[in-house]
């Protein structure tokens, strides 16, 4: 494979400023993800996508490169990683660097690791139909017996499931938000990075944990203490 590694790290959170290089453990927490790519022996180049001066800083002093800066238009609250994705694709290509496959990790993706990288590499080598894949966490509990409060009263969801066993119900997943690998010939038209072309690399939950609040951020800090804890 001849990929590349794009690390977002928008400079403007709201919900935590700062967040993707605030200290986690000691360390700015783009540091994670930037050492989990570069255990994995998979790229050819890491690279962090940032409109930040700061974060740019932090990147390269982390051992990742920072050829670009992010342009305005993809800066915003409002742009998805896909279309900043699709820019750096654009903008090597623009330089005559073309790279067959490319993963994008989220800057606070600290819980990931080379493993997993790799692994999700070997999930799109092994189907060559897949134009995406992205690591999933499973429902701990059945979605489709979902309840929702509705004035103040509880309502089924999905109330057809109200007496189904739910050893009889089909499992279900959530994006673990911590990094998608792509083929950007596929990726480039159609932009997809959820869909019946995209596979799935299955993680269990105390190795992964999407950070969108001060919540998240600490059962962040307690899963890589476990995680730690366990390695030899």
């Known amino acids: 494979m001849n990929a590349l590694a794009i690390i977002l790290a928008r400079g403007g959170s709201k919900r935590i400023p700062r967040k993707n290089i605030r200290s986690f453990h000691g360390r700015p927490i783009l540091a994670y993800p930037i050492k989990a790519a570069l255990g994995s022996g998979c790229f050819e180049e890491i690279m962090v996508s940032t409109e930040d001066p700061e974060i740019a800083a932090v990147a390269r002093e982390c051992g990742a490169e920072v050829p670009f800066m992010r342009s305005e ?4 609250d409002f742009a998805g990683s896909e279309e900043v994705m699709a820019e750096v694709i654009r903008n090597y290509r623009a330089k005559g660097r073309h790279f067959t496959e490319v ?3 989220y800057a606070t993706a600290a819980l990931t690791t080379a493993d997993h990288i790799r692994r999700g590499r070997d999930v799109l080598a092994a189907d060559g139909g897949l134009t995406a894949v992205l690591p999933v966490i499973r429902y701990s509990f ?11 009263r509880v309502a089924m969801l999905h109330p057809e499931h109200l007496d ?3 050893q009889d119900l089909e499992p279900a ?6 990094w998608y690998w792509l083929r950007s010939e596929r990726f480039l038209p159609s932009l997809e990075l959820m869909g019946p072309n995209c596979g799935a690399l299955v993680l269990p939950e105390n190795e992964a944990q ?4 001060e919540d998240d951020w600490l059962l962040a800090e307690l899963k890589h203490q476990l995680l730690l804890a366990k390695t030899p």
Request: net charge neutral.
């Open 142 to 152: 059945p979605i489709q017996r979902s309840i929702v409060l509705r004035d103040g």
């Open 173 to 178: 997943y959530h994006d673990a938000g911590q």
């Open 103 to 105: 993963c994008a990790i």
């Open 210 to 213: 999407d950070i969108d609040q």
């Open 73 to 76: 238009r993809t800066a915003t």
């Open 164 to 166: 189904t066993r739910s």
